[in-house]
């Protein structure tokens, strides 16, 4: 995961009194590397901005907007397809977090709240924030989806029905009522 630097914060360094307000703004080769960690064709613009703001004696929340504006492949064409996202981000640092240590445990309803660390990494925060913020399945304007036929000539191609094995049953199923009729 690529560092930035000033994007590590030490909670017990932080004032308790007022929030701590912050601003990351990755330069050219930083949000090449995030790209690259994230798997996408670029990131032109990022800036991650906002406040950690003390909750009692050792709590905190995070309150931030990201800006970014990524290039990713379309999932259909592999065009280049821009994305401007803008998304408020919200975590809570809770110190009093009980460990589970069950092999299979249900997500909380709340996905915000996370462990209290001794070292908040922002770029960290960013990052995971853009990659959850990614469109899933980019699409150039006017990339459709339509049938494609690959086969050798001289071989009927494949179809949908062909690879439901299956389908057919019921038709032969029929034919054989109708013969013991």
């Known amino acids: 995961m690529p560092q930035l630097p000033k994007s590590h914060l030490r909670l017990t360094d932080l004032g308790t009194r ?29 800036r991650f901005s906002g406040a950690l703001s003390p909750q009692g004696r050792q709590d905190w929340t995070l309150s ?3 800006g970014a504006t990524v290039v990713q492949d379309c ?14 981000v919200t975590r809570s640092y809770v110190s009093d977090i009980p460990e589970i240590e069950a092999s299979e445990v249900e997500m909380p309803e709340d996905d915000t709240v996370e462990a209290l660390p001794e070292t908040l990494d922002l770029a960290h925060v960013m990052i995971e924030a853009l ?3 990614l469109p899933p399945y980019p699409r150039a304007a006017g990339a459709d989806l339509s049938q494609a036929v690959f086969t050798e000539p001289g071989i009927k191609p494949m179809s949908d029905d062909d690879a439901k094995p299956f389908a057919g049953l019921g038709a032969l199923r029929e034919s054989l009522e109708k013969k013991d009729k």
């Open 18 to 46: 007022k929030p701590t307000t912050f601003e990351l703004t990755p330069t050219a080769d930083e949000r090449k590397a995030i790209a690259a960690e994230l798997d996408i064709v670029a990131v032109k613009k990022l």
């Open 131 to 133: 990659a959850l913020a």
């Open 64 to 66: 931030a907007e990201l």
């Open 75 to 88: 999932v259909v064409t592999l065009d280049p397809v821009t994305t401007r996202i803008d998304e408020a």
